[in-house]
């Protein structure tokens, strides 16, 4: 979970003076990168962006790449039924999209992963949003079906069908489907693919 922004090469302007976060520089072939991580609450401040062509003068805008991951949620816990697992939390990328940012103070915030259910049973709890710069990457959804950035597996050994936890759209997957009568829970979903879904070829795993 955390948050990580890095300027692109730009024709328009030299790298940002900015600050907050743990600052890598990296060069590559395609130019050179300053990357501001966030792993808890902070803010990133963006205090000037200068003309590649004349450093003497101020621009009002340039272009950032951004990534954003919210908490996961947490397993559920269940007597005697399979619980289902937690779903990643939500993940909002602007690389290879067009973002800009001006001078400025923006706050960040790091969602944590859902708390643990410590006894007895229980839904899993929806991990915590994480957000920058006007964007919300929701926290994933809990074990047995929550919905999140990405949905919660479903609940095992049900009488009926269970379905796993919905996503939010472009930030993840649904959690995996529970078959009628099938003991284990199935798996939350990930950002790249649908949880695992539980059917009775799963049967003598859990026997």
């Known amino acids: 979970m955390g948050a990580h922004g890095g300027r692109r090469p730009s024709k328009n302007s030299e790298p940002l003076g900015a600050s907050g976060g743990t600052v890598t520089d990296i060069v590559t072939s395609d130019g050179n990168f300053r990357v501001h991580t966030f792993l808890s609450d902070g803010s990133f401040s963006v205090e000037s962006i200068r003309n590649y ?8 805008m340039s272009e950032i790449d951004y990534l954003i991951v919210a908490g996961g ?3 559920a816990a269940v007597i005697s ?8 939390g939500g993940l909002i990328s602007t690389l290879g999209k ?4 001006s001078s400025g ?3 960040v915030i790091v969602g944590s992963g859902g708390m643990s ?10 991990g915590l949003n994480s957000s920058f710069n006007y964007a919300t990457a929701f926290g994933g959804g809990g074990g047995n079906g929550g919905r999140g950035g990405s949905g919660g597996g479903a609940i095992g050994n049900t009488s009926t069908n269970a379905q796993g936890g919905s996503s939010f759209s472009g ?3 649904d959690g995996g489907d529970s078959l009628i009568n099938t003991r284990g829970g199935s798996g939350g979903g990930g ?13 003598d795993t859990y026997s």
């Not at 039924?81 to 990643?88: F, I, N, S, T």
């Not at 950002?191 to 049967?203: H, M, P, R």
């Open 53 to 60: 062509n004349d450093l003497s003068d101020f621009v009002s």
């Open 73 to 75: 949620g947490s397993g």
């Open 81 to 88: 039924r399979g619980a289902g697992g937690g779903g990643a």
């Open 98 to 101: 067009t973002s800009s940012i």
């Open 105 to 107: 103070s923006y706050n």
């Open 117 to 126: 259910l410590n006894s007895g049973s229980g839904t899993g709890n929806n």
């Open 171 to 173: 930030q993840g997957n």
């Open 191 to 203: 950002y790249s693919q649908k949880g695992e879904t539980i059917d009775s070829s799963y049967l």
